[in-house]
């Protein structure tokens, strides 16, 4: 039996070799590490050194402290994992975690979410992974690493064949990036995920739809892909809807706060009617109002039954449209996650929902409100439950239920690199004895 590492042990001297103080976090994190019973199974552990999530401030983990710490981990073949998002990086911590990358093959998931990497650090981290064929899951959000730097990784994603999910959301990407990334996604056969929320796009010509349609309809391997903020409307989800004509593997579509109104969702009402493969539709914060809703509850109830969830949060729908969906579910029994809070919720709505909730066809757990009565009056409260739930945020404990909170990108344990619809799968087996031994087809 080999003899593992004592990980604060070493960090302890290694402060003391470097002269460098000891950062309290980062030694707290060791030592429950070293107590860990996973690093002497095969699955390796995440070391979760985030510096948000905290009840008490800590110390959040600065450019020095990486560089103790990565002297450490070079020997620690079982620390497979490590969030470092919401820490005080810059390009100089880039510039270790990159010559770390360099040496190491056990690192599969590395979030480095909301710190200050620029454009040159972000240039160092997508070098190095023209070479790293480890790295799976990368998170680089928030960092305003600019549309230069996402050149930099659109470049990496010709060459790299590991990387399965890959976060630039948040990061001031530009118009060239997009395109870049697209064009490189028509020859990579292994990115699976990708966020490229919120970019900073120069006009409202939706170029960048454009490419990533085109993209979509050569692309086999991409399972979940998110495009909110992208000031998309009704012409741009055409170009998807007849790309997803011929796409039969992504699974997850996110066009969250765009500027969809009810003539796009008839493009998608259509695409529902005949794709065969996607689960979860995100059209949170856009328009729809009741006519789009209709149409998604015509596609629901008549054609459709491979949509798993969908979210139609603020979305100026009335009782109408809301209801017009509630009914759909009653003949639709694939539908099982829906979201609706931040509409014009009346009491047609409160009796639909709850009635739904009642006979045991929707799940607590599975939508954003929960029924409640007033003086014999049925209400609607709202529950903190989305598709966005832990995007930006995680427990440090391990990913909760329900699973339809947490995309694929979320921040989720090393050794879980299953993807949302396993999740998704595994929530509905418990809820429902009737899916058991259903195929996941999402890992």
């Not at 003899?3 to 001297?13: F, G, K, R």
């Not at 989800?237 to 706060?257: F, G, I, P, Q, T």
């Not at 799940?363 to 029924?371: F, M």
């Not at 619809?421 to 999402?442: D, I, K, V």
């Amino acid at each position: 039996m080999s003899v593992l590492p004592d990980l604060h042990l070493h960090y302890v001297e290694a402060c003391q070799n470097l002269s460098q103080p000891e950062n309290p976090f980062i030694a707290r994190v060791l030592q429950e590490a070293d107590k860990n019973d996973e690093i002497r199974s095969t699955k390796g552990i995440t070391l979760k050194l985030a510096g948000n999530n905290h009840l008490v401030p800590v110390p959040r983990v600065t450019d020095d402290d990486l560089g103790v710490l990565v002297s450490v981990l070079g020997q620690a073949a079982f620390v497979t994992g490590l969030d470092l998002a919401y820490n005080l990086l810059t390009d100089a911590g880039a510039k270790t975690m990159a010559t770390f990358l360099q040496e190491n093959s056990t690192l599969h998931y590395l979030n480095l979410m909301f710190n200050d990497i620029g454009t040159s650090g972000a240039e160092l981290i997508a070098g190095v992974l023209h070479s790293n064929q480890s790295l799976v899951h990368l998170r680089m959000t928030g960092n305003k690493i600019g549309n230069q730097g996402g050149m930099f990784f659109a470049s990496m994603l010709k060459i790299n064949s590991a990387l399965e999910k890959l976060d630039l959301g948040d990061c001031d990407v530009g118009l060239q990036c997009l395109i870049a990334t697209a064009i490189a996604l028509t020859q990579n056969k292994s990115l699976k995920a990708i966020n490229l929320n919120r970019p900073l796009l120069p006009s409202q010509q939706e170029e960048a739809t454009v490419h990533i349609a085109r993209m979509l309809r050569s692309n086999s391997s991409l399972v979940e892909l998110h495009l909110g903020k992208h000031e998309m409307k009704n012409f741009g989800v055409k170009r998807l809807c007849e790309a997803l004509y011929e796409n039969s593997s992504l699974r997850y579509l996110d066009l969250s706060c765009n500027n969809i109104i009810y003539d796009g969702v008839e493009f998608l009402g259509e695409l529902l009617k005949r794709n065969q493969t996607l689960e979860i539709l995100d059209l949170s914060a856009n328009r729809i109002e009741d006519v789009g809703a209709i149409y998604l509850s015509e596609a629901l109830a008549t054609r459709n039954r491979t949509l798993q969830a969908l979210s139609i949060v603020s979305n100026n729908i009335t009782g109408k449209g809301l209801v017009a969906l509630a009914q759909a579910m009653h003949s639709n029994m694939t539908l099982s996650h829906i979201y609706i809070w931040g509409n014009k919720i009346d009491r047609s709505t409160c009796v639909a929902f709850s009635e739904l909730m009642a006979v045991g066809r929707l799940q607590p757990g599975c939508t954003d409100v929960a029924p409640y009565e007033v003086d014999g009056e049925v209400l609607l409260a709202e529950q903190s439950h989305g598709l966005a739930k832990h995007r930006y945020w995680s427990p440090r404990c391990a990913a909760v239920a329900p699973g339809a909170a947490n995309a694929s990108l979320e921040i989720v344990p090393v050794s879980e690199y299953f993807f949302w619809t396993s999740l998704y799968l595994a929530e509905r087996q418990h809820f429902s004895p009737s899916f058991r031994g259903e195929a996941n087809e999402g890992k």
